[in-house]
């Protein structure tokens, strides 16, 4: 399969979660969908989260027991649509969607990976809704765990404002190609994470790109050895044995991949690399 790449990236001189550096953004093309990869947060990650490695492990992918981490977003325009994947904490995703002439009050809808607080944090403030215009489709899984299993009251907070616009939707199985939300966007089941946790696979003019929200923190171990999960996985084990089933997906389907936590810019292929994997941006 064959996939155009074409990339751009607008900078400005900022502080982006307390570092000095650059506010990027970078753009993929999917068939009809323009596809913006948004930072929101870039920092540095602490090897006590691992789960799963040994000391070697962490010797070897993670010297000096810190590693690169970002938190993005993803803007979706295509269709005459344009869609938000995941609302990171809700600081620069705004800026950045008003260098690309993007106006929140005219996004059409909010994808959510799950709700964990980087993910839905440009939802709401103060009690509205901040993209006052869209739909926000959310797993019925996720959202009876944050809302009613275990109530976490910020995410009540964050979709109350939208009120009868939250579509709840049963996410499909990876080998069933998961289930169609909007034209060319597919849902499908990546529970582990969290009990709802959701990837949405884009396609369009015969190009695929799989957003697959938490399935890694810390690419640099996690590649080469997809066993380690993060102490932020509800279920370390089913955590890991979906993102092994997902990596092998990807591989087999030769399907381009994007991640929230991926480190700029955030999208690329993934190949075998002896036991493991690795990603080539």
Same mark, same amino acid.
């Given at each position: $399969?064959?996939?155009n %790449?074409?990339?751009?990236?607008? $900078?400005t001189?900022?502080v982006?979660?307390?570092?000095?550096?650059?506010?990027?953004?970078?753009? @993929? +093309?999917? #068939?009809?969908?323009?596809? @913006?990869?948004?930072v929101?947060n870039r920092g540095?990650?602490?090897r006590?989260?691992?789960?799963?490695?040994d000391?070697?492990?962490i010797n070897? @992918?993670?010297p000096?027991?810190t590693?690169q981490?970002?938190?993005n977003t993803?803007?979706?325009?295509?269709?005459?649509k344009?869609i938000?994947v995941d609302?990171?904490?809700g600081t620069?995703i705004?800026?950045? $969607? +008003?260098k690309?002439g993007?106006?929140?009050?005219?996004?059409?809808?909010?994808l !959510?990976?799950h709700?964990?607080g980087?993910?839905?944090?440009g %939802?709401?403030k103060?009690g +509205?809704?901040?993209?006052?215009k869209a739909?926000? *489709?959310?797993?019925q =899984?996720e959202?009876? @765990?944050w809302?009613?299993?275990?109530?976490?009251q910020?995410?009540v907070?964050a %979709?109350?404002?939208?009120g009868?616009?939250?579509e709840?939707f049963l996410?499909?199985d990876?080998?069933s190609? #998961?289930?169609e939300l %909007?034209?060319?966007?597919?849902a499908i089941?990546?529970?582990g994470h969290t009990?709802?946790?959701?990837?949405? !696979?884009l396609e369009s003019g015969g190009?695929k790109l799989l957003?697959w929200?938490?399935?890694m923190?810390?690419?640099?171990i996690?590649?080469?050895?997809?066993?380690?999960s993060?102490?932020?996985?509800t279920?370390?084990?089913?955590?890991?044995a979906?993102r +092994?089933?997902?990596?092998?997906?990807?591989v087999?389907?030769?399907?381009?991949?994007?991640? $929230?936590? !991926?480190?700029?810019p955030?999208i690329?292929k993934? =190949?075998?690399?002896?036991a493991g *994997?690795k990603?080539?941006?």
């Amino acid at each position: $399969m064959k996939f155009n %790449l074409m990339w751009s990236i607008l $900078m400005t001189t900022t502080v982006i979660g307390g570092i000095a550096g650059e506010e990027m953004i970078f753009s @993929y +093309k999917v #068939g009809q969908f323009d596809v @913006y990869m948004l930072v929101e947060n870039r920092g540095q990650g602490n090897r006590s989260i691992l789960v799963g490695a040994d000391e070697a492990s962490i010797n070897r @992918y993670v010297p000096g027991g810190t590693y690169q981490s970002e938190t993005n977003t993803f803007l979706i325009r295509g269709g005459g649509k344009s869609i938000i994947v995941d609302t990171g904490f809700g600081t620069t995703i705004f800026d950045s $969607m +008003k260098k690309l002439g993007v106006n929140p009050a005219d996004v059409d809808a909010v994808l !959510l990976t799950h709700m964990h607080g980087d993910h839905i944090g440009g %939802l709401a403030k103060d009690g +509205k809704a901040l993209f006052a215009k869209a739909k926000v *489709y959310v797993a019925q =899984q996720e959202r009876e @765990y944050w809302t009613i299993s275990r109530v976490n009251q910020g995410a009540v907070n964050a %979709l109350k404002p939208y009120g009868g616009k939250v579509e709840d939707f049963l996410p499909a199985d990876l080998d069933s190609g #998961g289930i169609e939300l %909007l034209p060319g966007i597919r849902a499908i089941a990546a529970f582990g994470h969290t009990p709802g946790h959701t990837v949405f !696979l884009l396609e369009s003019g015969g190009n695929k790109l799989l957003i697959w929200g938490d399935l890694m923190h810390a690419q640099g171990i996690q590649f080469p050895l997809p066993d380690v999960s993060v102490t932020y996985d509800t279920d370390p084990a089913a955590a890991a044995a979906i993102r +092994k089933r997902i990596l092998a997906w990807t591989v087999r389907n030769n399907v381009p991949v994007a991640g $929230m936590h !991926l480190v700029y810019p955030a999208i690329g292929k993934v =190949q075998p690399d002896g036991a493991g *994997y690795k990603l080539i941006p």
